[in-house]
């Protein structure tokens, strides 16, 4: 055996290591280009899947994902994160607006809230989209657990007014979970925070953008 | 077909990757609080491992230790990516719930492992079939795991099992009235697995003790 046989050259391992590298590429390329058509309908379709519940039957123009504005922080919505609003349109006329906002003050970290106000003000459905919150107790307010968040729809600034938005045991109208009272409180007071702001936004959330505006204007011509 | 047995035995039993030799610990222990979850990381992580040492043992001409570790990483990485996008695509609901821990297979030592003992050493064919082996026990105990701590902490079995079959939502079977909380949070998962464990060497150990025993008597 020759020293060059024993010992090959550190090229040899480089040039190794980079076709290994373009095959792995050639290799998740090729399941990307396969999956992606089908990874997009099914975010699509949960996303659509997902905003039902809180749209109580309403009907609407076109894709709900069309129609997205996204609000950047500083607002006086809950959490400090960009918040997305899905808008609903029937006949060009507002219909809803549907909030994504995260409830910072949970139990264990932020509670993620859909949460979905009508024209006039009033909530059309809550449902929780993610939380960490305890099983068994704090979880109960996920509607797959329990019917607690469904106590919200129909509820508005008016009915209770904000000063009863919390839970019983606070004095407020809305019902509590046994053996949890914080992750409750953190939900009572993000929708309250939410319906707040749609009242004194209303207008610059259904604002249309330039685009839709010429399209208005060419539909009434 | 010896090495067949053998090894089925050794994946399965003596050699289980989770029983025996304590690998891949984190997804076992944190997405088994149901059935289908454990069952569907089994099937994640029994592909990748499939792939990952019949890919090893294909490329095992090329290796050089220098360079072996690299190797195994793009290997590996890039399987799961693939498995990753794959479940994404046709098993939506279950990639959701699965969440982080279908990339952590990455991170699941159990595959490297085999990799470096078993599949840079031989065959592909012994690797494959060791790859299949060797997932086929760690699934297994996944599924076990998942169910017992389901039916204890949920009181149902089998709950949306439509997650990986499609069709409409499925709650399960029920078999008790609410369920025992400690067993689906993280403690249970401990605990479960120590149990598991524990019967395991119990049962190994009645084994012993009966063949001393025959032989004592003979």
């Keep these: ?221 | 077909m010896n090495t067949i047995t053998d090894s089925l035995r050794s994946g399965l039993w003596t050699d289980n990757p989770g029983l025996v030799q304590l690998l891949g610990l984190c997804p076992l222990l944190a997405v088994t609080s149901t059935f289908v979850n454990g069952l569907g990381l089994g099937i994640a992580t029994l592909a990748v491992l499939v792939f990952s040492n019949a890919l090893v043992s294909a490329t095992r001409r090329f290796i050089r230790s220098e360079i072996r570790i690299p190797m195994y990483v793009l290997i590996i990485s890039s399987l799961v990516t693939c498995i990753e996008l794959i479940f994404l695509a046709w098993f939506p609901a279950l990639g959701r719930s699965l969440g982080i821990f279908i990339p952590l297979i990455v991170t699941n030592c159990a595959i490297v492992a085999r990799a470096e003992v078993f599949a840079s050493r031989n065959t592909v064919f012994a690797s494959t079939v060791d790859g299949l082996t060797m997932g086929a026990g760690f699934a297994l105990l996944l599924c076990a795991i998942g169910a017992f701590r389901e039916i204890i902490g949920h009181g149902s079995i089998l709950a949306r099992l439509d997650m990986l079959f499609g069709g409409k939502v499925l709650p399960g079977l029920t078999l008790l009235d609410g369920g025992f909380l400690l067993a689906i949070l993280p403690p249970g998962a401990f605990i479960s697995l120590a149990l598991f464990v524990a019967g395991k060497n119990e049962l190994d150990r009645r084994r012993l003790q009966r063949i001393q025993d025959q032989r004592r008597a003979t």
């Design chain 1, 1 to 221: 055996m020759t020293d060059a046989e024993r010992k090959p050259p550190l090229w040899n391992s480089a040039v190794i290591l980079a076709v290994l590298a373009a095959i792995c590429t050639a290799l998740v390329a090729l399941t990307y280009r396969t999956t992606a058509p089908r990874i997009a309908a099914n975010a699509q379709a949960y996303l659509e899947q997902s905003l039902a519940p809180v749209l109580a039957g309403l009907s609407y123009d076109g894709k709900l994902s069309e129609s997205t504005i996204i609000i950047p922080p500083p607002h006086e919505l809950p959490g400090n994160e960009p918040v997305s609003v899905y808008r609903v349109f029937a006949d060009r006329k507002p219909v809803a607006a549907l909030f994504v906002v995260s409830a910072q003050d949970g139990f264990v970290g932020p509670i993620k809230l859909l949460i979905g106000i009508s024209a006039s003000g009033s909530i059309t459905g809550v449902r929780v989209l993610e939380h960490r919150e305890t099983p068994g107790l704090g979880d109960l307010i996920d509607s797959s657990r329990s019917d607690w968040i469904l106590q919200f729809s129909g509820a508005s600034l008016s009915s209770p007014e904000p000063s009863r938005w919390a839970i019983r045991r606070d004095g407020g109208d809305f019902d509590q979970l046994t053996g949890a009272s914080i992750t409750p409180r953190a939900v009572v007071k993000a929708i309250r925070d939410t319906l707040l702001y749609f009242d004194a936004h209303r207008d610059a959330v259904f604002a249309t953008t330039d685009s839709e505006q010429a399209d208005t204007g060419q539909e009434t011509h």
